[in-house]
């Protein structure tokens, strides 16, 4: 799908709009979401990405990373996320972070991370998008991750060593 995305400046402002594809093929700046949803005892929902996505496909992200639509607001986008990929309603987030990054060839997005609580009985995600759903604690997928144990989108990785207080490539914002 060739969405419409507001295209802002490494400052945030928004500047034009164009499509995804001319977003990406051109390197131009554009917003993301992110959520770490954890459960009550703490451990994070995480996403296999489906063998069908054009990008990154079978590899484990964060519970819901999704693109910010043109006019819409990063918080916006975070409820439209959780509905869309986890069938989830109702969850109150809250802001961790906001960071620019280049997520890998021409994709360069000033992106929010968010943080809430689910209950995994009610997550009913999209077998579209996403081949599977598992819930680890945090020291769990960094074990993971130094093992080289699973494929994992390279956002995560840095998204989760910027939460564990490691070096990430995020470039935080104000």
């Not at 990405?49 to 006019?71: F, I, L, M, N, T």
């Not at 890998?104 to 579209?128: K, M």
Request: hydrophobic letters at 40%; glycine letters at 8%.
């Amino acid at each position: 799908m060739d969405e419409l995305f507001d295209i802002v400046t490494e400052d945030d402002i928004v500047t034009h709009q164009a499509l995804r594809s001319a977003a990406h093929a051109q390197g131009l700046w554009h917003r993301g979401i992110h959520v770490f949803l954890f459960t009550a005892d703490g451990k994070l929902l995480i996403q296999k990405r489906s063998a069908a996505r054009a990008q990154y496909p079978s590899v484990w992200d964060c519970s819901v990373s999704e693109h910010v639509k043109a006019g819409e607001g990063y918080h916006a986008a975070a409820v439209r996320g959780l509905k869309e990929e986890m069938g989830v309603e109702g969850i109150e987030v809250q802001t961790l972070v906001k960071f620019k990054m280049n997520y890998g060839p021409h994709d360069n997005e000033i992106s929010v991370l968010f943080r809430g609580t689910v209950d995994p009985a009610c997550v009913r995600f999209d077998p579209r998008e996403i081949a599977q759903v598992d819930y680890y604690s945090v020291d769990e997928l960094m074990e993971k991750i130094e093992r080289g144990e699973m494929g994992f989108c390279y956002w995560f990785i840095q998204l989760l060593r910027w939460h564990t207080g490691g070096q990430s490539d995020l470039d935080i914002l104000p």
